[in-house]
């Protein structure tokens, strides 16, 4: 673990400070953005107008939830199986996250959002690295919210790295919450609302630990076409659910 993660690990506080306390709002939404390629496809475009499409809707939709109440936004923007797509759309995306997150930083101190990724660091590009830890260095005290980067993540990599790291100190009687703070995640609250796009129903190795009592919105929508109002209507919904955590009806 490089230094700088350990020094991010050690953050416990931040991510429920602007909680507004009410358990009708998720606390931490975690969002799969997907059918990019097909709202592209559809269009006669690229693949990739789909991906710099969503991009661009990143500020608005994190600003509609960061209102809403919502302290943690996770999304999952390149997953460790995403390398199997052809080299143009790897590198395309690469850059696109490379460029959005140098545009952006203004904006998230302005936005006073703190920025985290998750994922492995060996394998994508020195100039995404570099824009991820300038990034997390330089929002790491903004308080308002938490927006979580899943970059070449997989939850069954990520258990796997944790268990490997809790071994390699000796860790001995390992318990849920020791394991946890082993995770990529750490401090980050579990997670409240999934929320999938394009009308899959998969977790396709996205925070499986994480998502052990997540509530799951499938929407039809492809992720291009997103909207604060299609939000709204997830938000709502979610509001209605009994949570249970295994217990009984409150
Ligand atoms: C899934 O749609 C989407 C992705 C694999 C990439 C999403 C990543 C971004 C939009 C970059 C976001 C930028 C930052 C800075 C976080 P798909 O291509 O699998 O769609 P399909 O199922 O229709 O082919």
Same mark, same amino acid.
């Given at each position: 673990m490089s230094l700088l993660s350990k020094i991010f690990k050690?953050?416990?506080?931040?991510?429920?400070?602007?909680?507004?306390?009410?358990?009708? !709002? %998720?606390?931490h939404v975690a969002i799969m953005m997907d059918g990019n390629g097909r709202w592209a496809t559809k269009r006669g475009?690229?693949?990739?107008a789909g991906h710099a499409n969503a991009a661009g809707k990143l500020e608005n939709l994190m600003t509609y939830l960061l209102d809403r109440g919502v302290h943690t936004v996770s999304l999952y923007?390149?997953?460790?199986?995403?390398?199997?797509?052809s080299k143009q759309e790897v590198d395309f995306l690469m850059n696109l996250m490379t460029k959005e997150l140098k545009r952006g930083k203004k904006r998230f101190m302005e936005m006073n959002v703190r920025i985290k990724a998750i994922g492995?660091?060996?394998? !994508? %590009?020195t100039k995404l690295l570099d824009a991820i830890e300038d990034l997390e260095l330089a929002t790491f005290?903004?308080?308002?919210?938490t927006l979580c980067l899943a970059i070449d993540y997989g939850g069954q990599d990520e258990i796997v790295r944790a268990a490997q790291a809790a071994i390699d100190e000796g860790v001995?009687?390992?318990t849920k919450e020791a394991f946890n703070s082993?995770?990529?995640?750490?401090e980050l609250t579990p997670i409240d609302l999934v929320i999938r796009t394009s009308g899959e129903f998969r977790l396709?190795?996205?925070m499986l630990w994480q998502m052990a009592y997540s509530e799951f919105a499938f929407i039809p929508e492809m992720w291009p076409d997103m909207t604060p109002k299609i939000l709204e209507k997830i938000l709502k919904d979610y509001s209605t659910r009994n949570r249970r955590f295994g217990g009984t009806k409150k």
């Open positions: 050690s953050k416990t506080v931040g991510e429920i400070e602007n909680s507004t306390g009410n358990h009708s !709002i %998720p606390g475009l690229p693949r990739t923007a390149f997953s460790t199986e995403n390398w199997k797509r492995r660091r060996d394998n !994508i %590009p005290g903004n308080t308002r919210g001995e009687n390992l082993y995770l990529d995640s750490g396709s190795n996205f």
